[in-house]
């Protein structure tokens, strides 16, 4: 069932306050969406148990916590069956460096973004890890340079 059927615009206009700033209280949002903060509490509860707001987390600085370096990593599996790909998903699974991993259409299997200290961290990451298991034939890595923007906020309108 399409998100529009199950979700009416004061849910839309919670979730966008919500998502840029999940720390508002039910009386907060009473007041920027005007509904009783009661009705605030029913319509929050019941969007985290359908499953739109799946938890709430802090953002948090990555060059602060020693992690200055972002990397994108292509990854061309060794052969391309089920067995192949459940073994470099496991693995990937396990690897705290690697935020996002998404399989692709196309020259490339996955992509990942990887977190690392340094270009040391980096080279022992692809050497010592990526490449030397099974699942993998190919990787070609590309450093960030400069962010240009970076959220994982959906577009949702706010008005």
């Known amino acids: 069932m399409p998100m529009d059927t199950q979700i009416d ?33 029913r319509r929050r509860q019941r969007l985290e148990e359908e499953g739109f707001i799946r938890g709430y987390g802090a953002v948090l600085d990555r060059e602060r916590l ?14 391309h069956n089920r067995d192949n790909a459940r073994r470099f998903a496991e693995l990937i699974g396990r690897l705290p460096e690697v935020q996002e991993a998404h399989a692709l259409t ?26 030397p298991h099974d699942s993998v034939q190919h990787v070609k890595t590309a450093i960030v340079l400069e962010t240009l923007k970076e959220t994982g906020a959906l577009p949702l309108r706010r008005d």
Do not use: W
């Open 66 to 79: 020693g992690f200055p370096l972002v990397n994108f990593i292509s990854v061309t599996l060794a052969t």
């Open 106 to 131: 196309g020259e490339m299997d996955y992509v990942l973004k990887v977190v690392t200290p340094d270009l040391k961290s980096l080279s022992e990451f692809v050497s010592g890890v990526l490449l």
């Open 9 to 41: 615009d004061f849910d839309r206009k919670m979730l966008a306050l919500l998502q840029a700033d999940a720390r508002l209280t039910n009386n907060e949002l009473s007041e920027r969406i005007h509904l009783s903060a009661s009705q605030c509490s």
